[in-house]
């Protein structure tokens, strides 16, 4: 396309054409002119945008044409404009350093990322976030003691008669009457209360 015909399709709207000039600058900055010519940032930079406008458009709970840009649109629009840009962006706090190879590389369109969700946009991340989680829910379980190596408890179990048991004081009456204990037998699992 020629630029005179690229320029027709830069969005009018402020915040749009803002967000637009964002992405731009920020492809610009960090592409390799030797294999992007002006057009090929205009063209990148348009399909961000527009993808972002159509991915919030449809999530709009409020699909009346008169009321597109109120408060609670604008915040959606730009909302996923600054998630976008700052996976897209290596130097952002995210370091997102991959996304924007990703996307110069065609392995997905500038359409396909205004969708995706945080795993999508920084897969790296999210795998060391999930690998770190169930390392921690492996070493949060709790230990498993065997009943041979369990102490004997104070009191007996009615049922089995065997001393493994353990209980819980709670003061479910007044203040002035004697606590109840919760007794459970670790041998047969047998649960009973008494004050």
Known sequence: MKQIELNKLIPNHPTR???????????????????????????????????????TISIYPNRKINETWNNYFN???????VKIYNN??????LQNKTLLNRL????????????????????ERWK???????????DDLPIQIKLEDRADG?????????????????????ADEPTTKFCYCHKCGNRWKFC
């Open 154 to 174: 104070l009191f007996k179990c009615g049922k089995c008669k065997s001393y493994k048991t353990e209980y819980n004081e709670k003061q479910t009456r007044s």
């Open 88 to 93: 897209l962006n290596p130097d952002s706090s």
């Open 104 to 123: 110069l590389s065609k392995e997905f369109n500038e359409f396909e990322i205004s969708s995706f969700n945080s795993e999508q946009l920084f897969p």
């Open 128 to 138: 060391e976030l999930i690998d770190k989680h169930l390392t921690n829910i492996n």
């Open 17 to 55: 054409k803002h967000i637009y000039e964002k992405f731009q600058n920020l492809i610009s900055k960090y592409i390799n002119e030797k294999d992007y010519n002006l057009d090929d940032i205009m063209k990148i930079a348009i399909n961000l945008e527009r993808g972002i406008f159509n991915y």
């Open 75 to 81: 915040n959606l629009y730009i909302d996923r404009a």
